[in-house]
């Protein structure tokens, strides 16, 4: 009895505040549709401005390029490989997805890269140092002497290739 008097002297206030509840999520939806909406015009969706003026975009190739030197390998290899999708021709663009490929220890998918890249480019330094590496990570010691070799013929000066070099003779030295 005490319960149901208590009930019947709050019952307004609970179904004011219910019903004030009720009109504050329609005034919410109602706010969420456009006059063209409730006109039944049709409107143009407009898409909002970019945050960077268009000419500061970035390419596939420049994001795969600095996801790779973040260490960030699964992005880097989402972003050469749409690069190559993009542009089949792009040598750059195999030779960093064929490095990821490395990081990622899918030699098989390296190779593949690799392969792409030597047809469009040919045996550049670059090419040699990297396949090179390739096969230091894998323990051909034999493959990545011949390549890493080759490369420092060609750039002598390239400090990357002097370093691969270094590695090679280190890695063979701890086997002897």
Not at 35 to 44: E, M
Request: net charge positive.
């Amino acid at each position: 009895m005490i319960a149901l008097s208590l009930l019947v002297r709050r019952l307004p206030r609970v179904l004011a505040l219910g019903l004030l509840g009720l009109s504050l999520q329609a005034c919410q939806t109602f706010e969420a549709l456009s006059p063209a909406a409730t006109t039944g015009a049709t409107t143009v969706a407009v898409a909002p401005a970019p945050s960077k003026p268009l000419d500061a975009v970035k390419s596939d190739l420049d994001l795969g390029k600095e996801h790779y030197r973040a260490g960030h390998f699964g992005l880097a290899e989402l972003h050469f490989r749409r690069a190559v999708e993009q542009e089949r021709g792009d040598g750059a663009a195999w030779l960093g997805l064929a490095a990821t490929y490395d990081r990622l220890r899918r030699f098989d998918l390296a190779d593949r890269a690799y392969a792409e890249a030597l047809a469009i480019t040919g045996p550049t330094a670059a090419f040699l140092n990297n396949r090179g590496y390739s096969y230091m990570l894998r323990g051909d010691v034999r493959r990545a002497s011949a390549d890493l070799s080759r490369a420092a013929a060609i750039d002598p000066d390239d400090e990357r290739i002097q370093v691969n070099l270094r590695a090679l003779d280190q890695r063979v030295r701890r086997r002897g």
